[in-house]
């Protein structure tokens, strides 16, 4: 078990270095800085996609009290108390960093944009190695993943070099759905995983679709808030898992017992449809 798991950490490790050879730097455009909505109310610039980061804040500080709190989540791992309170520390620290970040969109201020949603990545990251592959492995990496997102951050301030952040912000994109799709789960309501990844990937859209949206919209609303209010929904998602779910019995993966379930379907149709031919009389010839 330890030779396997030091081979797929030298493997990810010797394709890294690869990518960060054979692929050229990527540096931080200026354009991301121009947004869509500019204006400004009650003397706030940006005010729009500044003061919608505020359900970060609302949600991230409920998730840190439910954490806690008579233990409403259940929560029974320590590593998974760890895990779930980096997660919403990062959440409630989102709305800070991108407020302070949208008045006065510039470089500088991006790191402490970014900072906090990285902290959130790495820890979801964590805490599926934690249900879904090892308990032990899971709560030693928390750490060494926090600190890999935050040096991916730091190289691209002094390097101007966004390859190890854009990694750390793809992977567990790609990586996160197909573990709840894939692996065991150790917990019920798994599909909840899936409606969170959803709704980032509807943010991201709106994301990139920032100035196309304001026009469709009649100059009413911006992509980029709407990325801020749907990202918000994602953490919701994950507290009504961990409010709902209980210790899975039966630990099957979601691919696998959605292949059972088409295949109990179709063998209950095939039932109803030979039923219905036998009920039919034979003609007389």
């Not at 320590?78 to 008045?103: K, N």
């Given at each position: 078990?330890?030779?396997?798991?030091?081979?797929?950490?030298?493997?990810?490790?010797?394709?890294?270095?690869?990518?960060?050879?054979?692929?050229?730097?990527?540096?931080?455009?200026?354009?991301?800085?121009?947004?869509?909505?500019?204006?400004?109310?009650?003397?706030?610039?940006?005010?729009?996609?500044?003061?919608?980061?505020?359900p970060f804040l609302v949600i991230g500080l409920m998730g840190?009290?439910?954490?806690?709190?008579?233990?409403?989540?259940?929560?029974?791992?320590?590593?998974?108390?760890?895990?779930?309170?980096?997660?919403?520390?990062?959440?409630?620290?989102?709305?800070?960093?991108?407020?302070?970040?949208?008045?006065?969109?510039?470089?500088?201020r991006l790191v402490w944009d970014r900072l906090p949603m990285?902290?959130?990545?790495?820890?979801?990251?964590?805490?599926?190695?934690?249900?879904?592959?090892?308990?032990?492995?899971?709560?030693?990496?928390?750490?060494?993943?926090?600190?890999?997102?935050?040096?991916?951050?730091?190289?691209?301030?002094?390097?101007?070099?966004?390859?190890?952040?854009?990694?750390?912000?793809?992977?567990?994109?790609?990586?996160?759905?197909?573990?709840?799709?894939?692996?065991?789960?150790?917990?019920?309501?798994?599909?909840?995983?899936?409606?969170?990844?959803?709704?980032?990937?509807?943010?991201?859209?709106?994301?990139?679709?920032?100035?196309?949206?304001?026009?469709?919209?009649?100059?009413?609303?911006?992509?980029?808030?709407?990325?801020?209010?749907?990202?918000?929904?994602?953490?919701?998602?994950?507290?009504?898992?961990?409010?709902?779910?209980?210790?899975?019995?039966?630990?099957?993966?979601?691919?696998?017992?959605?292949?059972?379930?088409?295949?109990?379907?179709?063998?209950?149709?095939?039932?109803?449809?030979?039923?219905?031919?036998?009920?039919?009389?034979?003609?007389?010839?």
């Open positions: 078990m330890k030779y396997r798991t030091v081979l797929v950490w030298a493997v990810a490790i010797l394709c890294f270095v690869v990518l960060m050879i054979v692929t050229p730097a990527i540096p931080q455009s200026e354009e991301y800085h121009d947004f869509a909505d500019k204006r400004e109310f009650f003397g706030i610039p940006n005010t729009l996609n500044v003061i919608s980061n505020f840190l009290v439910l954490c806690y709190y008579g233990n409403y989540f259940k929560l029974s791992l320590q590593g998974e108390i760890w895990g779930w309170t980096c997660f919403f520390i990062g959440v409630a620290a989102v709305s800070f960093g991108s407020a302070y970040y949208h008045l006065e969109p510039n470089d500088a990285t902290v959130a990545f790495t820890s979801l990251i964590a805490i599926f190695i934690i249900e879904r592959i090892d308990e032990r492995k899971g709560t030693m990496s928390i750490i060494p993943l926090l600190l890999v997102g935050i040096i991916s951050i730091l190289y691209w301030r002094f390097f101007d070099d966004l390859r190890p952040y854009g990694l750390v912000q793809f992977v567990p994109c790609i990586a996160l759905p197909l573990m709840a799709l894939l692996l065991p789960p150790m917990y019920t309501h798994s599909t909840y995983w899936l409606w969170a990844a959803a709704f980032y990937l509807l943010a991201k859209i709106e994301e990139a679709e920032d100035k196309p949206i304001y026009k469709l919209t009649h100059h009413i609303v911006s992509g980029h808030t709407l990325k801020h209010l749907f990202a918000a929904v994602v953490p919701v998602f994950l507290m009504l898992m961990l409010a709902k779910r209980t210790t899975e019995t039966n630990r099957i993966s979601l691919f696998r017992s959605w292949k059972i379930s088409r295949v109990i379907i179709k063998a209950n149709e095939i039932k109803v449809e030979s039923r219905g031919y036998s009920s039919v009389p034979d003609e007389e010839s």
